[in-house]
């Protein structure tokens, strides 16, 4: 067994343990679906990217919880094999609330494990351990996080990222604005598109509608990113970026549905800017994203 496999089994071990030995009625569970059709515009190299997933989640009562998730994605390309790539994460989350600071903290700790058919080993066998500590206010009007996302690739790379996040409501709490940032550093030129760092910004903006019908969507969100960030960790959508090329920017509008009192649909369509550098090729990715969930 190797040290990212054997990472996730003994958090596994920690988590299984934690259930068995705790109330099945205390337990809220969610299960969500996801699939993500995507097109390359200007790429010399790719053609169409196709992802599924699926997520498993449980809280217990207000102390904690976790997450599994599965990917499978494909990447068809021009002149290439297909690539084939299997994505694992397991993430476990503790909550408390200290006498010296109102509101409520979270320590949560993500392991990801990606493997694919790349034959020249660059951006297969990945893992990465992505701790973060965060606080909400009492009332849910404020929030702050800082993250840090430790990555080894089979290459020698090992960037380290970090992401301070600062995130409010307003208007009533009918809005919330997000802004996140995504700190690099680490890299190896040679095997980073000639980058020694990036740094990089998200700014998401959610605005809750008093949905009467089920037409109407309960939210929607749009997100704008900028700056240069490469293999970078998100730690919202809990996902790894495992490609050498630099993505620079984007933007994402996203809306989500209440299907049933226990079921959301989301759905998002996005564009993102790369450069390949090898190619001397800026391209764009254009998706499509939908996600179904359920809570038990």
């Known amino acids: 067994m190797n040290i990212p496999q054997a990472k996730l089994s003994l958090l596994g071990f920690a988590l299984i343990t934690f259930c068995a030995e705790s109330q099945a009625s205390d337990w809220y569970l969610n299960t969500a679906a996801n699939i993500t059709q995507g097109e390359y515009s200007g790429s010399q190299a790719r053609k169409t990217l196709t992802d599924f997933g699926v997520l498993i989640s449980g809280d217990y009562l207000d102390n904690g919880g976790f997450s599994l998730g599965l990917n499978q994605t494909n990447i068809a390309m021009k002149a290439a094999a297909t690539t084939r790539q299997q994505s694992q994460m397991l993430s476990g989350r503790m909550q408390f609330w200290p006498d010296f600071l109102a509101g409520k903290f ?57 992401t301070p996040t600062l ?52 939210s929607f969100n749009l997100k704008l990113s900028s700056g240069e960030r490469i293999f970078a960790v998100d730690m919202d959508a809990q996902s790894v970026a495992n490609l050498s090329d630099i993505h620079k920017g984007g933007v994402s509008l996203g809306l989500t549905w209440k299907v049933t009192r226990s079921t959301d649909l989301l759905i998002v369509l996005a564009q993102s800017r790369f450069q390949d550098v090898t190619l001397n090729n800026d391209y764009k990715l254009n998706v499509g994203y939908a996600n179904l969930s359920t809570n038990w």
Do not use: E, M
């Open 106 to 162: 979270t320590t949560r700790i993500d392991l990801h494990h990606i493997s694919n058919n790349d034959t020249t080993g660059k951006t297969s066998g990945v893992s990465v351990i992505a701790p973060q500590l965060s606080w909400l206010s009492d009332d849910a009007s404020l929030y702050l996080d800082l993250g840090y996302a430790d990555s080894k690739y089979q290459t020698q790379l090992n960037p380290k990222q970090y």
């Open 167 to 218: 995130g409010f409501a307003f208007n009533d709490a009918s809005d919330w604005l997000q802004l996140r940032g995504y700190l690099i550093r680490g890299l190896d030129p040679a095997l980073a598109s000639n980058l020694k760092s990036t740094s990089a910004v998200d700014t998401q903006w959610t605005h809750f509608l008093s949905a009467k019908s089920a037409l109407v969507p309960t």
